[in-house]
Structures are given as C-alpha cells and as structure tokens.
C-alpha cells in the first residue's frame, strides 16, 4: 500500500548544505502536514549525514520532534 504522506530523504555533502536541506524539506512536510490539520513532523537521523522528514501521526499537530535510528 503506497504512503500517503511519503518523507523527503535528506542528504549533504557538507553540515551548511546538509542543514539548508533539511530546514527546506521540514519546510515542505511542514505545508503538507498544515493541510491535514491533525500530525505533526518527525525528523529522523539515519547516520551522520542522511536524514528524513514525514508527517507522524506519533507527532502532535504543530511540533517537530527528532530521533535517531541508525541503519
């Protein structure tokens, strides 16, 4: 079954670009998630320089949270 909301994978090839990225993409899931009114945004490290931003329903509406989980 395709994800309704799917992430925006993150990645860069230096810490200025790799964190313009991510405040693009949580920018982004950002619209998405004030559409549905209802979930808010997670933020997931994968290692040290790939990231992903999603709406979450684990997530109240207007927070963005951060987690870790290491491939």
Same mark, same amino acid.
């Given at each position: $079954?395709? *994800? @309704? ?5 993150v990645? %860069? ?9 991510? *405040?693009?993409?949580?920018? #982004?899931? +950002?619209s +998405?998630? $004030?559409? @549905? %009114? =209802?979930? %808010?945004? $997670?933020? *997931?490290?994968h290692? /040290?320089?790939? /990231? &992903?931003?999603?709406?979450?329903? #684990?997530?109240?509406? %207007? #927070? *963005?949270?951060?987690? =870790? &989980? /290491? =491939?």
């Amino acid at each position: $079954m395709p *994800t @309704l909301h799917p992430a925006i994978e993150v990645d %860069g090839a230096n810490p200025e670009s790799l964190q313009e990225n991510i *405040t693009a993409a949580v920018n #982004e899931i +950002r619209s +998405r998630a $004030m559409l @549905l %009114g =209802r979930h %808010g945004i $997670m933020v *997931t490290q994968h290692d /040290f320089n790939s /990231f &992903s931003v999603k709406i979450s329903a #684990e997530v109240p509406y %207007g #927070e *963005t949270w951060e987690q =870790r &989980s /290491f =491939r």
